[in-house]
C-alpha cells in the first residue's frame, strides 16, 4: 500500500466543502536528503471545478544528515506550506495527474520535500565547528590553537 494515498469520495459528494486530512509515510528521496523517520501531511481537499481537486495544508519532517559545521549528526525540524491541484484531465504540466476517487499525493509530496529541504543542518544553532588547526570539535572542547 501506498503511504500517500488520500481517499476523495467525500470531497467529491460534497464539493462545496474542505475535508480534513491526515497522511503519513516514508518518502523515495536521493541521497543528499536524508529524513528521520517518517514525512507528514495534513490539511484539506476540495473539489474547486468539474475533475479539478485542491489539497492545500503543511508539510513537516526531521531532516537528517551531518552538521554543516562540525560533521556530527544532526537532525532539523522543517514545515513548509503545501498546495497542489490534481486534475482527471490534466492540460498543464503544474497539475497532477489522478483517477478514480483516490489522489497519490506521493510525488507532490516528494518534490515539496526536495524543494523545501534546508541548504544546510546544524547539530545546534550555535554550534562552533572543527579547529581548522587541529581537527578538534569545538563543541567538545577547545583545542588551543
Do not use: W
Amino acid at each position: 500500500m501506498k503511504d500517500f494515498v488520500l481517499d476523495i469520495r467525500e470531497a467529491l459528494a460534497r464539493p462545496e466543502d474542505a475535508i480534513a486530512f491526515q497522511l503519513c509515510g516514508r518518502v523515495d528521496l536521493p541521497p543528499d536528503c536524508g529524513v528521520e523517520g517518517d514525512a507528514y501531511i495534513g490539511g484539506t481537499c476540495q473539489c474547486i471545478g468539474k475533475n479539478l481537486m485542491l489539497v492545500e495544508g503543511s508539510l513537516r519532517y526531521h531532516a537528517a544528515g551531518q552538521c554543516a559545521r562540525c560533521l556530527e549528526p544532526a537532525k532539523l525540524p522543517v514545515e513548509t506550506p503545501f498546495e497542489e491541484r490534481f486534475s482527471r484531465t490534466p492540460d498543464d504540466e503544474e497539475i497532477f495527474p489522478f483517477t478514480g476517487d483516490v489522489i497519490d499525493l506521493g510525488e507532490a509530496v516528494r518534490q515539496a520535500l526536495i524543494l523545501s529541504y534546508p541548504d544546510k543542518i546544524l547539530c545546534k544553532e550555535d554550534c562552533k565547528g572543527i579547529c581548522p588547526v587541529c581537527g578538534q570539535v569545538l563543541n567538545v572542547r577547545d583545542c588551543g590553537c
